[in-house]
């Protein structure tokens, strides 16, 4: 099975700050990487698809990058309603596999 | 507009069984492969697998085989997840999601079925 190995466990930024949450996949994966984000009491969210591609109607504070195996959410200008749970998922190769998720709160 | 509307929450004994639906609406059903997706209070996110809406073939994690089952009711746009013998470590909410090929990214997900389960 892929691992993905997610970090940090858990972030507490600033307004207006830049967060960066990383998954790392213990082999090699391509593209098939995307990111939710989950509110409290909330389904997730799709974020980002395809690694790098910002899903429809999320703001463009929003970013996904890649470099090899490892894979960037990067949230630019942090705002209170971007508070939740982040994780990756790759669905390259069954079984799927979610990474174990970013809580990030807003000082 | 695309939903997935999930059924209300669930209270069994252990032993018991639950099925749990995933109404689809907005889209061809059988263009779009289905995931389920558990969620354990307080925990992350765990594939259970998927379902072929167009053959009705399901495809289950490691995890999931033996006593989970599932199942399509298509000319509904349904989706079903049975779990029988329940054991207390299924508490869980439980997701339906929605991609446009199996190893697609999960686009629409359900509002999610909390079953829990206690003597």
């Known amino acids: 099975d892929i691992q993905m190995t997610q970090s940090p466990a858990s972030l507490s930024a600033s307004l207006e700050e830049i967060v960066t949450i990383t998954c790392q996949a213990s082999q090699d994966i391509g593209n098939y990487l995307s990111w939710y984000q989950q509110k409290l009491g909330k389904s997730p969210q799709l974020l980002i698809h395809?690694?790098?591609s910002l899903a429809d109607g999320v703001p463009s504070r929003f970013s996904g990058s890649r470099s090899g195996t490892q894979y960037s959410l990067k949230i630019n200008r942090l705002q209170v309603e971007d508070t939740g749970i982040y994780y990756c998922?790759?669905?390259?190769?069954?079984?799927?596999?979610f990474g174990s998720g970013t809580k990030l709160e807003i000082k | 507009q695309i939903q997935l509307v999930q059924s209300g929450p669930e209270l069994k004994k252990p032993g018991e069984s639950v099925k749990i639906s995933c109404k689809a609406s907005g889209y061809t059903f059988t263009d779009y492969a289905m995931h389920w997706v558990k969620q354990a209070p307080g925990k992350g996110l765990k594939w259970m697998g998927w379902?072929?809406?167009?053959?009705?073939?399901?495809t289950y994690a490691d995890d999931f085989k033996g006593r989970f089952v599932f199942s399509l009711e298509a000319s509904a746009s349904t989706a079903n997840l049975q779990i029988s013998n329940l054991k207390n470590e299924d508490t869980a909410t439980y997701f339906c999601a929605r991609s446009y090929r199996y190893n697609h990214p999960f686009a629409y997900w359900g509002q999610g079925t909390l079953v829990t389960v206690s003597s």
């Open positions: 379902i072929n809406t167009y053959t009705g073939k399901p």
């Open positions: 395809s690694a790098t």
């Open positions: 998922l790759q669905h390259y190769s069954a079984p799927f596999t």
